[in-house]
């Protein structure tokens, strides 16, 4: 069993950032998150674009802010359980909480923080009867190692931000890349739809628009998709891989099983330290919700400083609580160290 002082469900920017805050308190944090990496929706969803409302970085690339969250959280040694998903929640004799993920890892704390974005993700498959037969032989629908497809022949399928800024990126890592959408519009920011057609000029990618991926075929991996166009009719492509990037469905998944008030929009929270119905358990992030509510990461930071305050009080409850800036107290004192997963 993990014994922590702060249990963290969810190791994006917020959960990250929460560790710091907590950190200068001097209380521990280990973080559980479902994907394999910490960075949450950044890392695993638009590394590459740029975020301009982080203060004091007029821009900085989605990947750099998670770079630069877990270099600011080394001094703090917080610990990771990574890959898998908190399952269940269990208030114990002595007050504190047990989690347990899917998995079996158990992890023990006085405080949990839900900082867990939108939820657990279901990607939004495209209707092809046998797509399922190639999930773990040719079709990806999350891009987690650009690498896989060093000269590869790839298929993307989508027409919005993530499918035109992996295709731009993966130009120039595939031996052939497609870019599949049914309108001749992209719904995309400007400047990604100018790069891509761009490079469409160059011929490093092509473009089939009016068209859909409607089947997929290989024995045992996949070898070819088969394309519907308006104009054209159906013909096929060989390739590697097929990415189709419709976006997400976010799900609260085991959460909603655990006691919280849940409306539609997230898991309700008192904004005075952003509890949640459940002493003990809060909320940050995009996963919480109250009147006035912004889906800002900025938000999350500011949510995760005044939980930090709050949970003090119930991990020392012997302790006074003196606030004191950074700039009086530094974070001298605290052994620099390396974040570790478990």
Known sequence: MIKTDIAIIGAGPVGLFTVFEAGLLQMHCHLIDVLGTPGGQLAEIYPKKPIYDIPGYPSVLAHELVDNLMQQIAPFNPTFTLGERAETLERLEDNSFLLTTNKGTQINAPVVAIAAGLGSFEPRKPPIDNIADFEDSGVEYIVKDPEL??????????????????????????????????????????????????????????????????????????????????????????????????????????????????????????????????????????????????????????????????????????????????????????????????
Not at 163 to 180: C, G, M
Not at 323 to 331: A, R
């Open 149 to 342: 497809y060093r000269n590869k022949r790839v298929v993307i399928a989508g027409g919005g931000d993530s499918a035109l800024d992996w295709a731009i990126y993966l130009a120039d890592v595939a031996k052939e890349l497609y870019l599949v959408h049914r309108r001749t519009e992209f719904r995309g920011a400007p400047d990604s739809v100018e790069k891509a057609m761009h490079l469409a000029h160059e011929q490093r990618i092509t473009l089939i628009t009016q068209a859909q991926v409607t089947g997929l075929n290989g024995n045992g991996r996949l070898e070819e998709v088969v394309i519907e166009h308006d104009e054209r009719g159906q013909f096929s492509v060989a390739t590697d891989h097929f990415v189709p990037l419709f976006g997400l469905t976010p799900k609260l998944g085991p959460l909603e099983n655990w006691g919280l008030d849940v409306d539609k929009n997230g898991i309700k929270v008192d904004t005075f330290d952003y509890q949640t119905n459940v002493p003990g358990v809060y909320a940050i992030g995009d996963i919480n919700y109250y009147p006035g509510k912004l889906k800002l990461i900025l938000c999350g930071f500011h949510e995760a400083t005044l939980m930090c305050q709050s949970a003090f009080k119930i991990v020392n409850p012997e302790k006074k609580l003196s606030f004191k800036y950074t700039t009086v107290t530094g974070i001298s004192g605290l052994e620099q160290g390396t974040p570790q997963t478990a």
